[in-house]
């Protein structure tokens, strides 16, 4: 058998025909389903200023790394993942600045420390800044100490470039392991962007236990990677409007059930000048509609914390 030096196992199973699903015991299986939970959210949320809806747009600032993580180092790769920072971004902070509306942008380290500008005019502009790990990397992919360490120094790094700790997360590719609520909790972390059990926030549950961080959940559906995907050989990109449709959908069926709508973007993806038209259009249908409060992730986690009674961490700034 390899030798591993101790701490480095990864959650890999070393020979999947002798640990098939359906031979588990329940004990494991019922483990694995409940590691992490959905708890508490509010029955109405009760949007601040009498609002008939939430709307909370994220971006997430993969730029480079989102070829880097996957061993991906040709030039023609990198330039598609150029396009992000020096022609997406602007588009869109011009927009959001047009509507006057304010995101949430996480931002992998490596992302920051490559073009520190771009990290500028996000906060320039009055935008939250989250974390979204060091370089894009799969947490599947790491041990639990490699999580931690590199949660902390993409905290780090944000925080010299935003002159802010992080208040939220959202792992790369959405993948979360066992270790990542933990990790979340350890940093002082108010809320994650990464699950996917509600429609509307929730309280994340660690093995049946409350946790105090506010869950901001996300959906592919929500999502604009899955319709106009990076890689060549799916040749499935949707005409954009098409996916103005499902999104509009997608908000109006927030708004008749109060509750919340979140959207998931990319520079790199929805920056494309066809595909900024349609997210002014839906802007402007949100627009168009009475009693929209929109807001930052972490306004949102404080707001839903307040609801259910978790104690936020202190802000930059404030006594614990």
């Known amino acids: 058998m390899e030798n591993r030096p101790e701490g480095t196992e990864s959650r890999a199973v070393q020979d999947p025909a002798a640990d098939r699903p359906w031979r588990w015991p329940e004990e494991k299986w019922r483990r694995l389903a409940t590691q992490v939970g959905a708890g508490r959210g509010a029955d109405?949320?009760?949007?601040?200023?009498?609002?008939?809806?939430a709307v909370a747009l994220s971006f997430d600032l993969d730029n480079e790394t989102a070829p880097?993580?996957?061993?991906?180092?040709?030039?023609?790769?990198?330039?598609?993942a150029h396009y992000g920072a020096r022609a997406g971004l602007p588009r869109i902070l011009t927009l959001l600045r047009e509507h006057g509306v304010r995101a949430s942008f996480f931002v992998p380290a490596v992302s920051a420390l490559l073009t520190p500008e771009a990290v500028e005019a996000i906060g320039a502009d009055g935008h939250e800044v989250g974390l979204h790990g060091w370089i894009h990397e799969r947490c599947?992919?790491?041990?639990?100490?490699?999580?931690?360490?590199?949660?902390?120094?993409?905290?780090?790094?944000?925080?010299r470039c935003t002159g802010l700790a992080?208040?939220?997360?959202?792992t790369p590719w959405w993948d979360v392991t066992e270790h990542t609520v933990p990790v979340a909790r350890r940093l002082g972390l108010l809320y994650d962007s990464s699950m996917m059990a509600d429609d509307e926030?929730?309280?994340?549950?660690?093995?049946?236990?409350?946790?105090?961080?506010?869950?901001?959940?996300?959906?592919?559906i929500r999502d604009d990677a899955p319709y106009f995907p990076d890689d060549p050989a799916a040749r499935q990109i949707l005409a954009p409007r098409e996916v103005l449709r499902i999104?509009?959908?997608e908000f109006d069926g927030a708004l008749a059930e109060g509750g919340l709508f979140q959207l998931t973007l990319h520079p790199h993806v929805i920056g494309h000048r066809s595909r900024v038209l349609v997210l002014r259009e839906l802007l402007a249908h949100i627009r168009g509609r009475p009693g929209?409060?929109?807001?930052?992730?972490?306004?949102?986690?404080?707001?839903?914390?307040?609801?259910?009674?978790?104690?936020?961490?202190?802000?930059?700034?404030?006594?614990a």
Do not use: M
């Open 44 to 53: 109405v949320p009760h949007w601040p200023g009498g609002a008939s809806v």
């Open 68 to 80: 880097l993580c996957q061993n991906g180092t040709s030039p023609g790769l990198l330039a598609q």
């Open 140 to 159: 599947g992919d790491l041990t639990g100490a490699e999580e931690h360490a590199l949660a902390e120094r993409g905290a780090e790094v944000l925080r």
């Open 166 to 170: 992080p208040r939220g997360t959202r």
């Open 201 to 220: 926030p929730y309280e994340l549950l660690e093995r049946g236990e409350r946790t105090g961080l506010v869950e901001i959940p996300v959906s592919w």
């Open 247 to 249: 999104w509009k959908d």
């Open 292 to 319: 929209v409060w929109f807001a930052t992730h972490e306004e949102v986690a404080r707001h839903l914390g307040g609801l259910i009674g978790i104690a936020p961490p202190a802000a930059e700034g404030e006594a």
